[in-house]
Structures are given as structure tokens and as C-alpha cells.
Nanobody, 116 residues
Framework: QVQVVESGGGSVQAGGSLRLSCAAS????????MGWYRQAPGKQRELVAI???????NYAASVKGRFTISRDNAKNTVWLQTNSVRPEDTAVYYC??????????RGKGTQVTVSS
């Protein structure tokens, strides 16, 4: 099992930036990929970005070109750099450790609020 803890959320004005961090601990070799998801009030949870162990990344169309996911394997940390944020980016952002088995572990989330 892997534990993940998110940090770095907060309030920011539209057009600004935030850097979210996710620290993983536990059975690290069981992780196939790390992903950031978000859930806004009244909406379904959606994938924001994912990074595989080989460094391959994938982004939601709504954030491509604005957000960047990166990782430091030595520190077991994943970041989500959010630039040019918009009010519609407001959500609770969750970090997920995705196992080779297909299951995943999720953190408690960090709130991002973007004001216009």
C-alpha cells in the first residue's frame, strides 16, 4: 500500500500559478503511474494529468499547455505546476498512486480556488 499526501493548494487570481506537490510513501515499487485528479462541486471527478514511470505524460484537453506534471523518483514526489489558471480550475485536487494491479490510492486532496 502507498500513502500519498498533497500540498500546495490555495487561492489565486485568474491568470496566476500554483504548484501542487504530492509525496508518496510505502510500497513505491508497486506504483505504475502517478496522477492528479480534480473534483469541482457538483461535478464528477476528472483526470487532470498523469505521469508513468517512464516519464510519459498525458493531460486533459482543458489543461494542456497550461499545466505540467513532473516527478522526482528519488524523492518519491510528483508536482503539478498550474499556470494561467481559470475560475473553472477551481476544485479539490487529488493525487493518486496507480498500481500495476489497476487499483489506486488517493490522498485527502488540496483545495484550489481561482477568483476572477
Amino acid at each position: 500500500q502507498v500513502q500519498v499526501v498533497e500540498s500546495g493548494g490555495g487561492s489565486v487570481q485568474a491568470g496566476g500559478s500554483l504548484r501542487l506537490s504530492c509525496a508518496a510513501s510505502g510500497n513505491i515499487p508497486s506504483i505504475a503511474a502517478m496522477g492528479w485528479y480534480r473534483q469541482a462541486p457538483g461535478k464528477q471527478r476528472e483526470l487532470v494529468a498523469i505521469i508513468a514511470n517512464d516519464g510519459t505524460t498525458n493531460y486533459a484537453a482543458s489543461v494542456k499547455g497550461r499545466f505540467t506534471i513532473s516527478r522526482d523518483n528519488a524523492k518519491n514526489t510528483v508536482w503539478l505546476q498550474t499556470n494561467s489558471v481559470r475560475p473553472e480550475d477551481t476544485a479539490v485536487y487529488y493525487c493518486n498512486a496507480i498500481y500495476y494491479s489497476g487499483s489506486s490510492s488517493r490522498g485527502k486532496g488540496t483545495q484550489v480556488t481561482v477568483s476572477s
